[in-house]
Structures are given as structure tokens and as C-alpha cells.
């Protein structure tokens, strides 16, 4: 497979956090997925998708770990070079990955840097509210565009204990709500609201100048976001509510193996035309 990039007629306008502020401010939705290898980046990016995250859900879906917290940001990089050389348009934000940031403003920048140099991402993510405001401001005053992110934290989950819905009463709802203005005020160019309550995705929504991109938040946010391998039913076991499957890859596939496997073993591939 080539690994040109397309260009002359075919190129079409890139996707910048401008982009992603303008379409909240015509009240067009953005659209966002993840993607973590440059095949799959190729074709996300040619169906028109605005935003790709090289999210950390990287940990379960390519490493097959449980949680997001054993990735390093080694991998992420990796991941991240791999997605970029397979996007044209979108705009390609990759995630800090869990101890790459938390221990201070510093620490965090030079993980952004190391990301945003060494993949060619245009943007990092990093989650957390309040705790977290000044590291996004260091990031964001060295040229680096921070998303954050809200609500169900991954890589809080040993704090949580659950994935459960997050934010459902009113002292959790209202801290969530003030995190998310002081991201704003950080510097944040969008926030991803996670699995929360449809009504205080919206109030967060109408409460920020920025855009918000939801999963498992509703339909008032700005704009949504699913793993990729879960939205084309790669994964059979897993079955939130919020995910709506518009593929079933998870089956599909195994039944083109299997026949591939049939037709060795019965001789059928390959047939004449199939050989030189
Ligand atoms: O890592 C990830 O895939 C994410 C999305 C679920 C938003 O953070």
C-alpha cells in the first residue's frame, strides 16, 4: 500500500481548533473518533471526520489491557506518528497518557513537547479540572493546543472504583460545571464531557465559549466522540448504552478468517488466476 499523501484537487481544507470554534458558533456538530494506527487513520480521515484522537483507550483496544493506565508515553508517541502520516484533513489530538502530566506544570510540558515533536500532533489532552488548570496554562502558553477532558476520567478509575454515569448529584454536578469554566480559562480550545447527565452536558455546553465534544453525554454538547473499534462492533463484549455500533466488524470479520481458512485447507485459494 502506498503511503503518499493526497494533494492537488484531492486536498481539502484542514481542520484547526479555529475550525472546531466556528462550527460551535454556527451550531454545525463535530465529529470525532479515535484512531490509532495509520490504516484505520487513512480511512477515518477520508470519511470526513474533523477531530482523530490518539486517545489512551489505546491501552485496551490495541494492548488489550484493562485499564488506560499502563500505556507509556513512548507508545503513545508511536501510535500518535503512525496516525498522523495517514491524515490530510483532521485535526489529529493526542492524549497525555496517565503519569506523563500530574506531577507538575513542567513535567507536563515536556511530555506535550515530546508529543507534539516527535508524532507531528496538533494538540494534546489531558483530564482532570481545577487540579490541572495551570499545567494547561504552561502547555498552552508554549504554543501547544490542550482539550480537556471531564466527567468519567479513565485514568482516575482506581479513585472512582466505577465506570458508572459520573456527576449525577448536585455538589458533583456543580464542581463539574466550575471545572469545566476554569479549563476554559486555562486555555482550553474544547472539552470532552464523559459519560454525565444529557442536562448538565447541556448547561456546561451553553455555559462555555469553547466546544464540547460528548460521549455518553447527550445530544446537546457540540459535538461526539466514540472509540472506534467499539462504534464498528469490534468488540461484542462491551455494551454502554451511549454506544451505537455502525458496523458489526466483530462478526464479519471472523467469518471472512474462517473462510479463508476453509478455502487453504480445501484447496480453493489460490485458484488459477490467483498464482503467476
Ligand atoms: O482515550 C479515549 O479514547 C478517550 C475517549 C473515550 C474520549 O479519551
Do not use: W
Not at 489491557?65 to 496516525?83: C, F, G, K, N, R
Not at 507531528?120 to 482539550?147: D, Y
Not at 444529557?198 to 448547561?203: F, G, N, Q, S, V
Not at 466514540?226 to 462492533?233: E, P, R
Request: charged share 20%; aromatic share 6%; proline share 4%.
Amino acid at each position: 500500500m502506498s503511503t503518499q499523501k493526497k494533494s492537488g484537487p484531492e486536498a481539502f481544507k484542514k481542520v484547526t481548533t479555529l475550525t472546531l470554534a466556528e462550527l460551535k458558533h454556527s451550531g454545525v456538530r463535530i465529529s470525532m473518533l479515535t484512531a490509532y494506527d495509520y490504516t484505520f487513520a487513512r480511512l477515518v480521515d477520508s470519511a470526513g471526520v474533523d477531530v482523530i484522537l490518539v486517545g489512551d483507550s489505546a491501552s485496551n483496544v490495541m494492548a488489550g489491557h484493562e485499564t488506560t493506565l499502563p500505556i507509556t508515553l513512548d507508545q503513545m508517541i508511536y501510535h500518535a506518528s503512525s496516525v498522523v502520516r495517514g491524515v490530510n484533513r483532521a485535526l489529529v489530538v493526542v492524549d497525555l497518557p496517565f503519569g506523563s502530566y500530574q506531577g507538575n506544570p513542567k513535567e507536563a510540558l515536556n511530555s506535550s513537547i515530546r508529543i507534539m515533536k516527535e508524532s507531528g500532533g496538533h494538540a494534546v489532552k489531558l483530564e482532570g479540572g481545577i487540579e490541572v488548570a495551570s499545567t494547561v496554562a504552561r502547555i498552552v502558553q508554549s504554543g501547544i493546543p490542550v482539550m480537556g477532558h471531564l466527567g468519567l476520567t479513565p485514568q482516575s478509575i482506581y479513585q472512582f472504583g466505577t465506570y458508572a454515569v459520573r456527576a449525577k448529584e448536585e455538589l458533583e454536578a456543580t464542581r463539574l460545571l466550575e471545572d469545566a469554566l476554569a479549563l476554559q480559562e486555562a486555555g482550553c480550545f474544547a472539552l470532552v464531557l464523559e459519560k454525565i447527565p444529557a442536562a448538565l452536558a447541556a448547561k456546561v455546553t451553553a455555559s462555555l465559549r469553547i466546544p464540547t465534544i460528548g460521549i455518553g453525554a447527550g445530544g446537546d454538547v457540540d459535538g461526539q466522540v466514540l472509540v472506534l473499534h467499539d462504534m464498528l462492533g469490534m468488540n461484542t463484549e462491551f455494551n454502554p448504552r451511549f454506544l451505537r455500533r455502525y458496523a458489526q466488524l466483530g462478526t464479519l470479520i471472523p467469518e471472512a478468517i474462517r473462510q479463508y481458512v476453509s478455502d487453504v485447507r480445501d484447496q480453493k485459494f489460490p485458484n488459477d488466476q490467483e498464482r503467476y
